[in-house]
């Protein structure tokens, strides 16, 4: 196992440090495998990875997905990965996933306002920020082909059965912490849903042989 941890922001290293993998069981390690397994084909073909987590409303699940496997690519070493995210229509990322965030470490800075805000999200000053930004899965900032479609809803999961362009289709849902918007746990409930999505992409990564 190779990681650049010195690479990456400090609190995002501590927060990465004290995951806990071993509590996945063995029916969501079911779940996640496939990716690790369209990842690890992919190195051994020395071809890009490219990944697009799809969400409803590309709005939570899908950008917290696409922010944390682009940072476990990073920490593993694993090269060539770009991570991208999309919906089946545009919304516009939840400023609490953004809050989230940016408590995890991550820099986060507001480049566009408006009905929906650009972002750019940083966890390492050496790399490239992520773009973020409510967009459909179709929208020219995603690939069109050569890609895994995650679908991180179980309504995209279902409304969606086909992903033009994407070698492999990959559902990997989570529940949907937008169900304590505007609740006293909502702060708490998006934090654990962050940490769920970064344990398990830290395993996913954890697999891979380079």
Not at 2 to 25: A, C, D, F, H, R
Not at 135 to 163: H, R, V, W, Y
Request: aromatic share 10%.
């Amino acid at each position: 196992m190779v990681t650049q941890e010195t690479m990456l922001y400090p609190k995002i290293v501590e927060l990465i440090n004290g995951l806990q993998p071993e509590t996945i069981s063995i029916e969501r390690k079911a779940v996640l495998n496939p990716l690790t397994e369209f990842i690890q084909s992919k190195i051994d073909e020395n071809k890009q990875i490219r990944i697009n987590f799809i969400c409803t409303h590309n709005s939570r699940r899908s950008h917290l997905s696409q922010i944390w496997a682009q940072t476990m690519a990073n920490y593993f070493n694993v090269k060539n990965v770009t991570c991208y995210s999309g919906g089946t229509e545009a919304t516009a990322l939840f400023p609490i996933v953004a809050e989230t965030l940016q408590e995890s470490g991550f820099d986060i800075k507001t480049i566009s306002e408006g009905n929906n805000p650009v972002y750019t999200i940083k966890y390492s000053d050496n790399e490239h920020p992520i773009i973020g930004f409510s967009k459909k899965l179709t929208d020219d900032f995603n690939p069109k082909s050569e890609f895994a479609a995650i679908m991180t809803c179980s309504q995209a999961d279902g409304g969606c059965p086909f992903i033009a362009g994407a070698e492999k289709r990959i559902p990997i849902t989570f529940e949907d912490p937008k169900a304590f918007d505007n609740t006293p746990q909502q702060a708490e409930k998006y934090h654990e849903r962050s940490i769920q999505i970064a344990t398990e992409l830290f395993y996913i990564f954890s697999q891979i042989n380079l």
